[in-house]
Every structure is written in structure tokens, then in C-alpha cells.
């Protein structure tokens, strides 16, 4: 406990204020530099990563010509189970909290009050009421592992090396386009909102998608009035070479290094980052704030073949331990932020079904835990790790049902119980992964992806 409260202070006081102000057009978030730069960060890597040995994968992973892919909005902080998804109308005020609760499009089932998009169109979710989060802490470590073994553990070896869920489908999937990256993450701040890859090693970990945009624009001096025409772009790299000192090189060229360069000419990842291509009625319809803007533009990146998109609208916003601390208790902290999330969930669900994507698409909200059932002296709620609930969609999965049950306070899973394992079982099923797949630490261990039993979730399949 008192380790859990200096690090929900230590968040508090680090949380930039600027995470919910609106977003910048995804094209100004960076700018291009030098045309040592581009040498360096188009065409030899991204983020760590290879680009032909990220296409040579890909190639040698995909089959078939599916786009299936995963959208998984984060809801740091831990989202309060009774004041969104599974409230208790009939309880004691000091477990129902302060929110009256609201009918659904599923009958019999109702959601606090703050969250009507979501209401509308429940049938074409699943709720989940039942998730088992004992093994999380206050980090994104083992909900986004899909893996109770990988924890906090406060001793510079948090996750014991076990990768997230989108470093696995980096893996043993890739991208479903080659021109862009298979796993980008949409989160200001980067090491509390988003896992990486642990031991897999740094070639599947998630771009850093708000720092991507600008950095696949040509540098000043190249123009590809055709981008067939090979010769001439074979001699402006030539030119740019020669103003580079000795050592700077372009790799020796083969067919997945060309494709590589098609990466950065092709301009996709560029366009796929540029929100000012949307409509203004689009882009009204995700909301103008961080949380709506960040899910639009994995819509973008989902339409444009990247495999695995995480959103985070802002730091622990979703730690409502009380009006003492950063985010507020419940009325004033999450009555003002739920509209946000209520809004930009509600019209990615519906855009990706208006443009025939939600079927190959997986989206999931969720955080890393409950807050517990009876409200503090601070009309908050603190950490909970009994019970979560979320949202998952899309998928091509059953939807319009309630997964599992929670008791009359909503402190402990009465039926159904789902764990970490069986959401990793559940989206690598739906990626076409094997199940039983293993990758190999750095000692030559042979680690399965799907831990602990692990099976995807009987009610989705």
C-alpha cells in the first residue's frame, strides 16, 4: 500500500497538464531533420527496428492476405467498474456512487449515466464484468501482456521479460501492409501507458506513433516527380551521400531494403498520419480533445496496415482516488472525462463499421484494474485488483451480451471469471497466431505466448 500510493503521488505530480488540451494535426507533432536524419531514421531503422528485416518478417509470417488487427484503448489509472460499466442501482450510495445509471440497446443491462453513445449501441459490444486483475499493479504491465507473469516488481526487472501482446503480434505477425510498422502507440506519456516487448528483443517494439509523424517526408533536395523513375532517385541519394561524412552509408541494396525505401517514397506513412485528410463532420464526430483525436488516427493506421494500435488519451487519467489528489474523486474527475472516452469509442465502433473494418477488427477498453466498491472520504475511489470491467468489439465476435457477473457491491467476479492469459488467448486467436506458438529469450529458452492456461474467452468464439 504504501509502495502503491508514493507511485500514484509520483504520477500525479509528473502527469503533464497539456495531456488533454486537443491535439495538434498529426503532421506538426515532429519535423523532419537533417538529411544525415533521414539516412539514419528512414531508411536504417524506426524505433529500434530494422525496416528490411521488419518487411523480411512480415513476408515470411503472413499468409493469406487477411487485415486483421487490434485496437486497445487504455484507460490509465484504472477505470471505476461501478461508476461506468456494471453499476448497482439497488445498493447503498456509498457503493453506487454518485452517477444514476441508464438503460442500454441490451435490455436488463444498464451503464452509469455518463456514458450514453456506449449505451446506444451495447448490442454491438460484449461487456465484460468479470476480469479477474490480481496479478496488476499500477502499471499497463500485465493487463497489456495479457500475462499474470508479467508484473511490477519495483526492481528494475518489471514483466520479467515477457512481451506485451502487440510485441507478439509484431512477431508472429507483422504488419499488414509492409509499408507501414505492425505496432504504434498513441500515448503522450510512454512508459506508464504502454508495454513493449520485454526479452523478444527491440526489433517488435511499439512505434512511437505521436513522434512519427513528419519523419517519412523526403528531406530538402529530394523530389520524386515519379516514383518509378529509379535511375534519377538513385542519383539524388547519390548527391546526398556524398554531402554525408565517410562513414555514412546507405545499406547494400536488396529486394526488402528497396522496399524499404518504397516505405518512405510510397508516402503512406505519411498520409496515414495526416488527420488533416479527414472531414471536419469526421473529425467532430471522434471529438476534438486527445483521447478522440488519438482514436481517429488509429483508425487511420488500422485502414492504413498496422496490426496493432494502442490508444492512451493521458496519463492515469482514470486514477480517481479522491478530490485530494491530480484527476479528482468521481464526480469531479471522471463525471468530466467520461464523455471524452464515451464519445470517441461510440464513433470509432461506428466509422469501422461503416467502412466494412470492424469485422477484422479487434477493439478492446480497458485499464489495470477496478477501484474498489465503497466511496473514500474523498469521493474517490482507490485501487482494486479483485474485479474490472470492460468493452471489447468488433472482431467479427459475438456481441449484444454481458460476460460474467460481479456480486451486489461489485467487489468480487461471481461467475466467469476472465484473466490476463485469456485476453491474449482471445486477440491472438483472432490474429490468426497459434495459440501454442513460443519465442526464445536471450539464455535460449523457448517462451510460450499464451501463459498460465490461458484460452480464449468461450463467450467470444
Known amino acids: 500500500m504504501t509502495d502503491q500510493t508514493s507511485h500514484r503521488h509520483a504520477l500525479h505530480h509528473a502527469a503533464s497538464t497539456t495531456d488533454l488540451r486537443l491535439m495538434p494535426p498529426a503532421g506538426d507533432l515532429i519535423r523532419v531533420g537533417s538529411r544525415r536524419w533521414f539516412l539514419q531514421t528512414g531508411m536504417a531503422g524506426l524505433a529500434g527496428l530494422s525496416l528490411p528485416q521488419l518487411l523480411q518478417a512480415r513476408e515470411q509470417s503472413q499468409a493469406g492476405g487477411s487485415r486483421k488487427a487490434v485496437i486497445l484503448f487504455w484507460l490509465s489509472g484504472g477505470p471505476s467498474q461501478l461508476d461506468m460499466w456494471d453499476p448497482k442501482p439497488d445498493a447503498p450510495r456509498e457503493v453506487r456512487g454518485p452517477f444514476a445509471s441508464i438503460p442500454t440497446s441490451l435490455p436488463g ?9 456506449q449505451a446506444s449501441i451495447a448490442h454491438k459490444m460484449s461487456i465484460i464484468r468479470s476480469v479477474d486483475c490480481r496479478a496488476s499493479n499500477h502499471t499497463p504491465i500485465t493487463m497489456q501482456a495479457g500475462n499474470p507473469l508479467a508484473q511490477r516488481t519495483n526492481d528494475g526487472r ?13 512477431r508472429f505477425r507483422g504488419p499488414n501492409d509492409p509499408a507501414m510498422p505492425p505496432f504504434v502507440g498513441l500515448a503522450e506519456s510512454w512508459a506508464a501507458d504502454v508495454y513493449g516487448a520485454g526479452h523478444m528483443g527491440s526489433n517488435y517494439e511499439p512505434v512511437k506513433g505521436l513522434e512519427l ?10 523530389e520524386v516527380p515519379r516514383l518509378k523513375d529509379r535511375h534519377s532517385l538513385r542519383n539524388q541519394f547519390d548527391r546526398m551521400r556524398r554531402d554525408l561524412d565517410q562513414g555514412d552509408t546507405l545499406e547494400r541494396t536488396d529486394r ?4 524499404a525505401f518504397d516505405m518512405v517514397l510510397s508516402g503512406r506513412v505519411q498520409k496515414a498520419f495526416d488527420l488533416d485528410r479527414e472531414t471536419d463532420e469526421t473529425r467532430d464526430a471522434y471529438g476534438r480533445v486527445s483521447v478522440g483525436e488519438k482514436a481517429l488516427l488509429a483508425r487511420r493506421l488500422v485502414e492504413a496496415g498496422v496490426t496493432f494500435v494502442l490508444v492512451s488519451g493521458a496519463w492515469g487519467y482514470f486514477d480517481h482516488h479522491g478530490d485530494d489528489v491530480r484527476w479528482g474523486g468521481i464526480e469531479k474527475g471522471l463525471k468530466p472525462l467520461s464523455p471524452r472516452v464515451d464519445q470517441a469509442f461510440y464513433a470509432l465502433i461506428n466509422d469501422l463499421e461503416d467502412r466494412g473494418l470492424l469485422d477484422d477488427t479487434f477493439v478492446m477498453m ?7 466498491p465503497v466511496i473514500n472520504e474523498q469521493a474517490g475511489r482507490h485501487h482494486w485488483t479483485n474485479i474490472m470491467s470492460m468493452l471489447v468489439a468488433g472482431g467479427g465476435m459475438p456481441t449484444g451480451q454481458v460476460i460474467g457477473s460481479s456480486d451486489a457491491r461489485g467487489a ?7 484473466r490476463p492469459q485469456d485476453l491474449a488467448a482471445t486477440t491472438f486467436r483472432h490474429l490468426g497466431i497459434d495459440l501454442n506458438a513460443h519465442w526464445t529469450n536471450q539464455r535460449g529458452r523457448p517462451i510460450p505466448i499464451v501463459q498460465e492456461g490461458g484460452r480464449p474467452i468461450p463467450e467470444l468464439l
Open 109 to 117: 443491462v444498464r451503464f452509469g449515466e455518463h456514458l450514453p453513445l
Open 158 to 170: 518489471d514483466g520479467a521479460g515477457f512481451p506485451s501482446m502487440g510485441s507478439v503480434a509484431a
Open 213 to 222: 509523424a513528419g519523419k517519412f517526408n523526403l528531406p530538402k533536395g529530394v
Open 256 to 259: 526488402f531494403t528497396q522496399k
Open 366 to 372: 480497458m485499464g489495470e484494474f477496478g477501484r474498489t
Open 412 to 418: 468480487e467476479i461471481l461467475s466467469s471469471p476472465v
